[in-house]
């Protein structure tokens, strides 16, 4: 049984910092790429970053470029999202997703296999 759980998520301030963590479980976790998504109310979901098995490529979505860093811990099936500066327009549910790793990653929400719950994010003005 898989499970993906995300965790760190809060109320922050425009301007500051949050770390999320998604522990994975049931996956050979260093075969999988693992992603970050999230989902404003009334939009859809929307690709933020991606990180390849390795750790040692990174893809992000335009309006994180800079801001937000991807980095995975192979030993502890954990992958990270440092989140800085931090606008209110960041404000949403953040999920994290994994699939096997069989090319670059994807920024398509259809690509990934299996995610987590979610976990809410809000920043205020």
């Known amino acids: 049984q898989v499970q993906l759980v995300e965790s760190g998520g809060g109320l922050v301030q425009s301007g500051g910092s949050l770390r999320l963590s998604c522990a994975a479980s049931?996956?050979?976790?260093?075969?999988?790429?693992m992603a970050w998504f999230r989902q404003a109310p009334g939009k859809e979901r929307a690709f933020v970053a991606a990180i390849r098995r390795s750790g040692g490529s990174t893809v992000y979505g335009d309006s994180v470029r800079g801001r937000f860093t991807i980095f995975r811990d192979n030993a502890k099936n954990t992958v990270y999202l440092q989140m800085n500066s931090l606008k209110p327009e960041d404000t949403a549910v953040y999920y994290c997703?994994?699939?096997?790793?069989?090319?670059?990653?994807?920024?398509?929400?259809?690509?990934?296999?299996?995610w987590g719950q979610g976990t809410q994010v809000t920043v205020s003005s």
């Open positions: 997703a994994a699939n096997y790793e069989l090319g670059a990653p994807s920024s398509s929400v259809s690509w990934y296999r299996y």
């Open positions: 049931g996956i050979t976790f260093s075969s999988y790429v």
